[in-house]
Nanobody
Framework: VQLQASGGRLVQAGGSLRLSCAAS????????MGWFRQASGMKREFVAA????????YYADFVKGRIIISRDNAKDTVYLQMNSLKSEDTAVYYC?????????????????WGQGTQLTVSS
């Protein structure tokens, strides 16, 4: 599946932002969807994942209630709502499609990746 992530931009600390990831060639409902992020000079890390039906989600510990993953299968789109943004949230955010639930927190668990969208949080 081809994925297109969007919505990244410069945001002030404490602000909110919603990232989107749209599938263009296959129904998104076939896939467990995940979001990862990669800060400059760092390894890519898992952020959140959502089950195919959207009825279950899973988050990295650092999320601590600030981030919500959701999906709209009718629109073939998955979202990442980010609140109370911090400078350490600055990273390129990637969406990815996989099939396993409980979800993999490793990149290896996802077969298709979007191109990434840059979020920069200014303090």
């Amino acid at each position: 599946v081809q994925l297109q992530a969007s919505g990244g931009r410069l945001v002030q600390a404490g602000g909110s932002l919603r990232l989107s990831c749209a599938a263009s060639d296959r129904p998104l409902s076939r896939y467990v969807m995940g979001w990862f992020r990669q800060a400059s000079g760092m390894k890519r890390e898992f952020v959140a994942a959502i089950r195919k039906s959207g009825d279950s989600t899973y988050y990295a510990d650092f999320v601590k209630g600030r981030i919500i993953i959701s999906r709209d299968n009718a629109k073939d789109t998955v979202y990442l709502q980010m609140n109370s943004l911090k400078s350490e949230d600055t990273a390129v955010y990637y969406c990815a499609a996989g099939g396993r639930w409980p979800p993999s927190i490793s990149e290896n668990g996802y077969a298709s990746w979007g191109q990434g969208t840059q979020l920069t949080v200014s303090s």
